[in-house]
């Protein structure tokens, strides 16, 4: 099993490749390798030179693939023929029909020697001893099905009244494992402010729960959400993750540049959104290639995942892929300046822009009849949208008052003044006013909740 990065020749190579880079292009020929045993590639790479296929530019000789096509084969075709799966999860069907993901016995201890690896490296930088994580996940399996964990893993349920109180009992106990152990926390925006809020109204100092650690994952923290986190537990590490059911593709976010970086173990790319080739800068599609031996039972080779994001040189990893998120394509709205497509908004600066307007009204914490459904700490009730109008484009944003604009219409419209502001200052830059229509329309957090709410 390849894990280590052989470093060996790069004293002679005047211009070595970043660290994470020639990690993956170490493990890619074995990951087309992998990959030509499924029936799956074996057909969809018919005619492509596989072969060449040596270094993370060389990804570009193979196809594309998205959810729609893979879910145009049988499951049992994108599967290895001689491994057996061990955990299944699923996606959450937000964006089509529900995508199911198999891994097998044999990915989960790569993943987990890979981990004991880079335990093992960080002790030997900080000289501190390894400690092995006991994980308290907050995430419910309604999102993301069941996990392939990598360590002693217990689910928690934060968004019921019964849940909170035994979720709380189990975090103040020291006694869930034998020996020295890392306690950390994972949860959605949702869950982790719950649980926090939880604490408060118990009169709990959360020190008392002794966590290293505070990971968010399957939604955008904005900043006014980490930084009532970071108030309500000091000294403890907030680490705020992107990740995808699909693919294991995370990246963490950066708390000196403020952009996501990856983990080495899949190789990501950002592809133009016109001709589909990789992009040094600027706004792409997300694409990611989980590499062997992580993935190995269903292979994903070049999986167009959806998000848009926008690629940045960064100094902390230099060389490396860095992206700012941007949004979801499908509800981004997009439009073509001077034969190219670009982005009009971002709905993910649009929501942060949006967070510092008290005026918004939020998504509650939790659903009718839970803990969290009069917690008005999620997201701002905003949604946009547009449409080509021949040479111009046509920006809507609808927008829910946290006040009856009837009864307070001079504050309703200095709101509609401040969001309209706000898209302008947001729009791509590339797009010329004179093209440019900008709407914003108050509405009620009913209207949102008709929809499909969140």
Same mark, same amino acid.
């Given at each position: ?170 975090? =103040?106990? #020291?006694? +869930?494992? *034998? !020996? ?8 959605? &925006? @949702?869950?982790? %402010? ?22 968010? =994952?399957? #939604?955008? +923290?904005? *900043? !006014? ?8 537990? &000091? @000294?403890?590490? %907030? ?28 190789? *990501? ?186």
């Amino acid at each position: 099993m390849t894990m280590l990065l052989d470093t060996s020749n790069e004293t002679t190579d005047p211009e070595p490749d970043p660290a994470k880079t020639a990690f993956r292009n170490q493990l890619l020929p074995l990951t087309v390798a992998n990959a030509l045993k499924v029936p799956f590639y074996r057909h969809h790479w018919a005619g492509c030179p596989t072969e060449a296929v040596e270094r993370s530019e060389d990804l570009a000789l193979l196809p594309t693939i998205d959810k729609s096509v893979l879910l145009a084969h049988p499951h049992r075709e994108r599967l290895h023929p001689e491994l057996a799966p061990e955990v299944i999860t699923h996606t959450t069907g937000t964006t089509g029909h529900p995508f199911i993901r198999a891994r097998s016995s044999v990915e989960i201890a790569a993943f987990k020697e890979h981990v004991a690896i880079l335990q093992e490296v960080e002790s030997a930088r900080t000289g501190r001893p390894a400690r092995a994580p006991v994980t308290f996940s907050a995430v419910p399996a309604t999102v993301h099905g069941a996990f392939a964990s990598t360590g002693l893993r217990l689910n928690v349920d934060v968004f019921t009244a019964a849940g909170l109180d035994k979720t709380i009992d189990l975090l =103040l106990r #020291d006694d +869930l494992a *034998p !020996g020295d152990h890392e306690r950390h926390l994972i949860g959605s &925006p @949702g869950g982790l %402010l719950l649980l926090t809020r939880a604490l408060r109204q118990r009169g709990l100092d959360p020190a008392a729960l002794r966590l290293d650690r505070i990971v968010n =994952l399957t #939604d955008l +923290l904005l *900043p !006014g959400q980490q930084a009532l986190l970071r108030r309500a537990w &000091p @000294g403890t590490p %907030l680490v705020n993750r992107f990740s995808l059911s699909e693919v294991s593709c995370g990246a963490t976010e950066c708390t000196e540049c403020g952009v996501f970086h990856f983990d080495p173990v899949a190789l *990501p790319e950002v592809l133009d959104l016109d001709t589909g080739t990789p992009v040094r800068s600027g706004t792409g599609e997300l694409t990611a290639t989980e590499l062997y031996p992580f993935a190995q039972l269903q292979p994903m080779v070049r999986y167009r995942t959806g998000d848009l994001v926008e690629r940045i040189a960064s100094p902390c990893d230099p060389g490396e892929v860095s992206v700012r998120l941007v949004g979801r394509r499908a509800t981004t709205p997009l439009t073509t300046v001077d034969g190219r497509t670009v982005a009009v908004i971002s709905p993910v600066a649009l929501a942060v822009g949006a967070e510092l307007m008290p005026e918004l009204e939020r998504h509650p914490l939790g659903r009718p009849g839970t803990p969290g459904a009069e917690v008005r700490q999620g997201r701002p009730l905003i949604k946009v949208a547009g449409r080509a109008e021949g040479a111009a484009v046509h920006l809507e944003l609808r927008a829910a008052p946290a006040f009856d604009p009837d009864l307070f219409p001079q504050r309703a419209r200095d709101l509609v003044a401040e969001l309209t502001d706000l898209m302008e200052r947001l729009t791509d830059p590339q797009i010329p006013r004179t093209a440019l229509r900008l709407d914003v329309r108050l509405a009620t957090a009913g209207d949102f909740n008709r929809e499909g709410g969140r």
